[in-house]
């Protein structure tokens, strides 16, 4: 296995979950690793991404909630998540980015927050 996510669970409003993602060393250092949901019904979208050198992207919808980091010695990301909001209900993918063209993406973990 090439990405092996971990975290999902179901959690009330405002509370927190972390995701984690593991990597093969092969498609850890050196490479753009990050986060993707999938909402039921709708288009999926990027959640937040980290360089190489810890650089993070998130996107407008997630910013200030969550925080993506990576571990280099256990070849891993993480993403912490806070203040959960129904609409964060979806499942979550992590990816490393081979090339401009391609993505190797980890099975889903599903988050589902509801009261």
Known sequence: VQLQASGG???QPGGSLRLSCTASERFFRGYVLGWYCQRPGKKGEEVADITSDGNTNYADFVKGRFA???D?????ISLQMNSL???DTAVYYCYVVIN???RLWGQGTQVTVSS
């Open 9 to 11: 669970g179901s959690v």
């Open 68 to 70: 993506i980091s990576r």
């Open 72 to 76: 280099n010695a256990k070849n891993t």
């Open 85 to 87: 909001q129904p609409e």
């Open 100 to 102: 401009s063209d391609a």
